[in-house]
């Protein structure tokens, strides 16, 4: 393995509500209705909804991904996502939410690429560029703010 065994995105988004509106947002259930084109099997969670140990899936240009929630907290309104593409690649998701205004929430996201091999972290880099990264971070963003805005989900 080379020397670019990881890969670290962060972005920070200015989300239009309080940290209680958008938390249960953060939620595979739930980012169905504000996210366009968003898809999820439910493989596993005890509520339904998003929580520590909720496992789930996803495939979408680049492949299957199974994801589990590795850190729920509702109450520091963090959460962290371990996604998977078996032989290729994890993601390590860390989302929180900050501010004490209830119409301004600030979203730190880190993604932390880990390639399980030198092909897929070439692959990894080629899809991952910070200009393509920050593009998906932008829509995810204006997608939860029209929600917030509207209680329905923008559209292209």
């Not at 998003?50 to 495939?59: D, L, Q, R, V």
């Not at 205004?101 to 092909?119: H, R, V």
Request: a negative charge; hydrophobic letters at 30%; aromatic letters at 12%.
């Amino acid at each position: 393995m080379n020397n670019r065994n990881k890969l670290i995105r962060k972005y920070k988004q200015t989300l239009v509500g309080s940290k209680e509106e958008i938390f249960p947002l953060l939620c595979p259930v739930r980012e169905k209705e504000w996210l366009q084109d968003w898809d999820y099997k439910m493989i596993y969670s005890e509520s339904g909804y998003a929580e520590k140990g909720c496992i789930f899936e996803t495939n979408n240009n680049y492949g299957s991904y199974r994801w589990i929630i590795t850190k729920h907290d509702k109450d520091r309104h963090e959460i962290q996502f371990v996604k998977i593409m078996t032989d290729k690649i994890i993601v390590i998701i860390d989302i929180d939410l900050e501010g004490d205004n209830k119409k301004l929430t600030t979203c730190n996201i880190q993604y932390t690429f880990i390639p399980l091999g030198d092909e897929a972290s070439e692959d990894m880099h080629n899809e991952n560029t910070e200009n393509v990264f920050n593009k998906h971070m932008k829509k995810w963003e204006d997608s939860l703010n029209y929600f917030l805005k509207h209680s329905e989900m923008l559209l292209d």
